[in-house]
């Protein structure tokens, strides 16, 4: 049976579907089954949202000089307040990462908002990262939200156990940095960025800076939270003593040496004097600007570095490398095919070379101008950094897993 909360949020995702000027997506994809603990499947879920809730915003400008002062008044409000679209989705995909990691490794996990972290009261349980979406959306006093877990690791991973810890609670921040990418890459796809994405894009990116914040301000008591045990497990593993400033540093310099970040603070601008809201995203010299995205891993922080060499209208080559840097160092090369067989037709190949191999490969055929059908496989090595973060399950020994899904995506 449909939950209440998925049908309001199908009906959210669906509304103000006239066609201006700005491309959104509302799409099916086999990865947004819960089932499938696919990160990239609820990824795409929340690019949905956003473009569609974005919609409204550029309804609003395009509408009267009374709807476009009261929204450039929503945008600066959202510097002070924390209830806004990025605030909402960055907390649910944080959570996410957790109970995605706890799933993983072969444990059972349930989700609560927090209404308060110092009286202890929580919510009810939620099993489905819909539900929680929905109770966050309909709770703006709420404190946060949390992730429970139960049960026991497969007994493969039981020996690195505190490892599987420390990237569980890792995850939560590692995930927002993954949606900043997965954001940045959807504007770089489409040319442009629009600025009202600019708090989501901001608050995902600095999530950890944000969230050590929080940690200081003992937020979450006096034990500390999530990075408490990150930071307690480098210690122990790799004689690391991170301060919480030295890990604010890395957060900053990761949001301020990507490309991303300084098209967004140029949109700024002028959308408060020049009232435009859209920004182009474009390569220079052939090359896309690079994106730079800070990660806690097992193995110890990293620093991925992303760019794309564009050598015609129909080929590009997409390429990262990604270095942890402190702990037990180690490089992880990506390398990608992006090719338009047709007008329509478009394949899509990454390789990852680390410890171990992984890859993927996409196809997807535009039936016309406003529907897109495709499927894809992503093979995942848990030895490697990005399987480690991303994999739906680590139930085999030598830690590979599949995702195979379809898609189907209405543009409008």
């Known amino acids: 049976m449909i939950s209440l909360s998925r049908i309001i949020i199908i009906i959210l995702v669906s509304i103000s579907q006239v066609s201006l ?14 089932e499938s603990n696919s990160s990239r499947g609820i990824a795409e879920f929340n690019l949905d949202f ?20 009261f929204l450039k008044g929503y945008f600066l409000m959202n510097y002070f307040f924390p209830y806004h679209v990025g605030s909402m989705i960055n907390l649910s995909y944080h959570e996410f990462g957790h109970y995605n990691r706890i799933i993983a490794t072969g444990q059972d996990a349930y989700y609560q908002v927090v209404y308060s972290f110092d009286s202890g009261e929580n919510g009810p349980e939620l099993y489905n990262y819909f539900d929680l979406f929905y109770s966050i959306l309909t709770n703006p006093n709420i404190s946060g939200a949390r992730v429970v877990s139960s049960g026991t690791k ?3 991973l039981t020996d690195d156990s505190s490892r599987y810890n420390a990237l569980i609670s890792a995850n939560g921040v590692n995930s927002e940095m993954y949606f900043s990418a997965k954001l940045s890459d959807r504007n770089y796809s489409m040319g442009q960025g629009i600025i009202f994405d600019y708090f989501t894009y901001q608050k995902a990116k600095l999530s950890l800076y944000e969230y050590v914040k929080a940690e200081e301000d003992e937020v979450f008591g006096s034990g500390g939270g999530d990075l408490t045990t990150v930071r307690s497990f480098y210690e122990t593993e790799y004689g690391l003593d991170l301060t919480y400033d030295q890990l604010k540093l890395y957060s900053l310099a990761s949001y301020f040496t ?7 603070i140029g949109a700024v601008r002028k959308y408060f004097y020049n009232d435009q809201i859209y920004f182009p995203v474009s390569p220079m010299s052939g090359f896309r600007l690079p994106e730079v995205d800070f990660y806690l891993n097992m193995e110890g922080p990293s620093y991925q570095v992303r760019s ?4 015609d209208d ?27 067989l047709t007008p329509f037709f478009k394949t899509k190949t990454e390789l990852r070379v680390g410890k171990d191999v992984g890859f993927s490969q996409v196809f997807s055929y535009d039936l016309n101008y406003n529907f897109r059908l495709g499927s894809g496989w992503v093979h995942y090595s848990g030895n490697n950094l990005f399987g480690a973060r991303h994999a739906p399950s680590f139930a085999q020994s030598n830690l590979r897993s599949d995702e195979i899904f379809v898609f189907g995506q209405y543009l409008f």
């Open 21 to 34: 000027g700005y491309t959104s997506s509302l799409s099916f994809d086999s990865g947004m089954i819960a």
């Open 50 to 69: 956003i473009s569609t809730t974005n919609r409204l915003f550029i309804w609003g400008h395009d509408s009267n000089g009374v709807t476009r002062t």
């Open 154 to 156: 497969y007994a493969h």
């Open 258 to 264: 990507s490309a991303q970040t300084w098209a967004y």
């Open 308 to 311: 794309q060499y564009e050598y």
């Open 314 to 340: 129909s080929t590009s080559f997409p390429f990262a490398i990604e270095y942890v840097f402190i702990g037990e160092p180690c490089i992880e090369y990506t390398v990608g095919f992006n090719k338009f």
